[in-house]
């Protein structure tokens, strides 16, 4: 007989969740990357990653 009361306090909270303002969203466009103009660290980092996907992609095998 009790149920009538509170119920449905466990949704009580959803209005008042954080969102994430307008200006910190991202459009989900990445950035154009161009050989010509990368430097030495742009390439160490890009071999880096490279061998990262490697060896995540002979664990996965």
């Not at 466009?29 to 890009?46: G, K, R, W």
Request: without cysteine; positive net charge.
């Amino acid at each position: 007989m009790g149920r009538s009361r509170g119920h449905n306090n466990r949704d009580k909270n959803k209005a008042s969740l954080p969102q994430v303002p307008k200006n910190l969203k991202t459009d989900g466009i990445d950035e154009e990357y161009s050989a010509e103009l990368a430097d030495q660290a742009d390439l160490e980092a890009q071999a880096r990653a490279n061998a990262a996907n490697q060896r995540v992609k002979n664990i996965k095998l």
